[in-house]
Structure formats: C-alpha cells, structure tokens
C-alpha cells in the first residue's frame, strides 16, 4: 500500500542520548515535513523540506536537524535529547506543498 | 503572530447535527483544511476550502468566509466512529500550514 511510513512507532529514549526517527515514502512527493504534537498545542512543525536537497526551519527547529538526500526520505535527528523532547512526531508529506498532506502512523517518543 | 481558534472540546448525539468553528489570523491565506485525529493516529484529511462558500462532500461539509477568517466543519447523522478530533488548519503566504490545537468531538448514544 502506498503511504508513508515511520520508525520506530514508539521509543523510550535516555536524556543526552542521540536518536534518528526515520520516514519514507512512496508518493513521490516533493515536501516533506517533520510535527510535533503535545496535548493541548496543535501541530508545531520543526522541519520542512520543499524538493530533494533543500531543508528549512520550521517553528521549533532546536534541537533537531533534517536532511534530504532524496525524493523518499527524510530522517530527524535528535543529537542530545531532553525530556521537553517528549512528544508524538509526526512525519508528513504532499506533492509541490500545495495540496493536502498525508502522515505517517507517528512516532511516541519519551525521553526520561 | 499567526493564530488558529477552534473549541477544545463538543458533545453531541448520535443520529443528530454538530457544527465545529475555527477562526483564523493568519500572515497570507493559501487555503483552509480539516482533518480528523482519531486517538493515537494520524490526522486524516477532510477537506479542503480556498474560496467562499459551502464545500459538500457526503456526511461532511466544509463553509469558509475568507473576509471574516472564519470555517466551519458540518457534520451531519452522527456516528459514533466520529468521535475523534478535528484539525483546522491554515496554509500561510509562505504555503506553511499553521494548526489549530484541535476539537475533541464526543459523540453520546
């Protein structure tokens, strides 16, 4: 079936320690985009990327870096992790940026 | 600064009519969208609005006054698999999406 698709779906992860969160697709959409959820806030995006090989900042850019190598793929890298880094990450997608996106399954992640 | 307003929580009945509201400030307008959130999956798009006027698409319609940064998500002969949260969102001038914290839609028998 054709999508999107993230991993890990759910991660415990110590405080100071580094992870990837890793999202591909098959859609072979243009933008990509790296959510954050927390409860009671609406989606906050931390990183976008418009075509392959370009990324930009979104609201909440710290802590986390992007790249793009490809069509397909767009990892999230968190390089030290702390506990306001709790949250459910959302990776999304769509063609040229203007119409709907579609999301991932996310990924729960707990920094303790 | 840019803002999405849309209420935190409705309850309505099964079988019956609900209106969820979303008011926007927003720097440019690029188009309106609705999505729905089931608890712990993703959002799922609904619709989409980028003139005036009422958008139908079955059970679901989406109003949008652009003069007035106001939409509506209609929903009509409830159900209980409706019970989720609706995601109001706005694409900026920088084709952005900017979110509104969501409706949490319960719906009783």
């Known amino acids: 079936t054709a999508g999107i698709t993230q991993a890990p779906t759910s991660q415990i992860l110590a405080a100071g320690r580094s992870m990837t969160l890793r999202c591909t697709q098959d859609?072979?959409?243009?933008?990509m985009y790296w959510y954050r959820q927390d409860l009671g806030l609406g989606l906050r995006l931390i990183h976008y990327?418009?075509?392959?090989?370009?990324?930009g900042k979104g609201e909440v850019p710290d802590g986390y870096s992007v790249s793009r190598a490809n069509t397909d793929d767009f990892p999230l890298t968190l390089a030290s992790a702390v506990p306001s880094q709790t949250s459910v990450y959302f990776c999304a997608s769509s063609d040229t940026g203007v119409t709907e996106a579609f999301f991932g399954q996310g990924t729960r992640l707990t920094v303790v | 600064g840019q803002n999405i307003d849309q209420p935190t929580e409705m309850t309505a009945t099964e079988g019956a009519i609900v209106q969820i509201n979303c008011t926007y400030q927003t720097s440019g307008f690029n188009g309106l969208f609705w999505y729905q959130q089931h608890a712990g999956e993703a959002p799922t798009f609904l619709s989409y609005n980028v003139l005036d006027g009422l958008e139908e698409k079955g059970r679901f319609s989406s109003f949008l006054s652009r003069s007035k940064g106001y939409s509506y998500l209609l929903l009509k002969e409830l159900q209980m698999k409706d019970s989720a949260s609706y995601l109001c969102?706005?694409?900026?001038?920088?084709?952005?999406?900017?979110w509104g914290a969501g409706t949490k839609l319960i719906i009783k028998p």
């Open positions: 969102a706005v694409r900026d001038s920088n084709y952005q999406l900017i």
């Open positions: 859609m072979r959409h243009n933008a």
């Open positions: 990327s418009n075509t392959a090989g370009t990324t």
